[in-house]
């Protein structure tokens, strides 16, 4: 069949599940508010920290930090990934205001 749904303009670009997306609105983690930058460098840190968990055997948070610790660095790691989420839906409004 002939696709005869009009092109995404110049602003705009359609990501997989099927919304527009204001080009003008993308942003990376460089161009982001200070917020923003901590959540992010933490999910980053966890996931390094959960593949050398699954390749090694070896937890670093728990070595370094102790068990308890570890349970809120744990916490901590997984609400930066739920605010990581939510920015794929939605742009910070600190990091609009830096983008504008």
């Not at 992010?40 to 610790?69: C, H, R, S, T």
């Amino acid at each position: 069949m002939l696709d005869l749904t009009p092109a995404p303009t110049a602003y705009e670009s359609s990501d997989p599940i099927g919304r527009f997306v204001n080009r003008k609105e993308s942003r990376t983690l460089k161009q982001s508010c200070t917020i923003c930058k901590i959540v992010g460098a933490i999910a980053i840190i966890g996931a390094l920290n959960w593949g050398i968990v699954g390749l090694a055997q070896v937890n670093p948070v728990e070595q370094i930090f102790g068990a308890g610790a570890a349970r809120w660095i744990y916490a901590l790691v997984g609400l930066s990934g739920i605010a990581l989420l939510v920015s794929h839906f939605h742009i910070c409004p600190a990091c609009r205001k830096i983008k504008a």
